[in-house]
């Protein structure tokens, strides 16, 4: 999945840049080089749909995705920290363009709509650890007091039932992964790698509302450049445009909570421009 590095810093540099995802680049290469166990291909008519999407399309992978029943299935990770099922694929709908400074997919939540979130407990390794728990929580609560037309309800239990997202822990380097919403509904999951484990609650804050903001539709304020990952590439707009929300930057917001990178002395708290977006949005 899309790289969790610590981008390597010369000595001066002070802070540590972590991508908001999971798995190094070698583990990714060979989990892609067996196709004989994938029944999911990155074709040139997936690349295409997922290009029309305003998703970058260069590093489309298949990955093996574990559903919230247990069972797995092949999965296209694009952008290195969103999972898009070839059914999601399918009948993803192609309109809208994107929406920056703080960008958006074609599709958001329908609101108002009270949306459950689970955060899994227990004795098993998917049990989020105390600073997953605790971030998870100050995430939402900040959600909340924005007085959305969309409100999260947060509850910590081993059973999935009733729930809209759950959130999990799994092994892997720090970050996280989700989806996009369908259908007016948000994904309905939410990974946090193990490796957050060893970072601050305010770090696990960002991690989690940074991929609950992918549930509801958010993509990465730094989409044209990666700049907080250290990079200069764009993720694409595919030819569909960029609609402005009024209010916020046009250019790079160091501190938006949806940057495609975050470093280890993130706050977890939202920026000024990301209040803004999600008023416009939600």
């Not at 899994?120 to 909340?144: E, F, K």
Request: proline share 2%.
């Amino acid at each position: 999945m899309k790289k969790i590095n610590l981008i390597v810093a010369l000595s001066f540099i002070a802070l540590v840049f972590v991508s908001c995802n999971k798995e190094d680049d070698a583990a990714q290469t060979n989990q892609a080089s067996q196709p004989t166990e994938q029944s999911l291909k990155v074709t040139q008519e997936v690349l295409d749909k997922i290009s029309a999407l305003s998703l970058n399309n260069s590093d489309v992978q298949v990955i093996k995705h574990t559903n919230l029943d247990g069972t797995t299935e092949d999965a296209f990770l694009v952008e290195g920290d969103i999972v898009i099922t070839a059914d999601q694929l399918k009948n993803s709908d192609i309109h809208g363009g994107i929406t920056t400074e703080q960008y958006r997919t074609t599709n958001l939540v329908s609101a108002p709509k009270t949306i459950n979130v689970v955060g899994l407990t227990g004795t098993g390794t998917t049990a989020l650890s105390t600073n997953m728990r605790n971030g998870l929580t100050a995430a939402i609560n900040r959600y909340n007091n924005l007085g959305l037309t969309i409100r999260f309800n947060l509850t910590f239990s081993s059973s999935t039932s009733g729930a809209n997202i759950v959130v999990r822990r799994q092994t892997g380097s720090a970050g996280g992964v989700a989806g996009f919403p369908t259908g007016g509904n948000p994904y309905n999951s939410v990974t946090l790698y193990s490796g957050l484990d060893s970072y601050s609650v305010n770090v696990n804050a960002h991690v989690a509302a940074h991929e609950i903001g992918h549930c509801i539709g958010l993509r990465h304020t730094d989409w044209s450049t990666r700049q907080s990952c250290g990079q200069n590439s764009n993720e694409g707009q595919a030819g569909v445009g960029a609609i402005h929300i009024p209010g916020t930057p046009t250019g790079y917001d160091s501190t938006s909570y949806m940057r495609a990178c975050f470093s280890s002395s993130e706050t977890g708290n939202f920026n000024s421009n990301d209040v803004i977006a999600l008023n416009y949005l939600y």
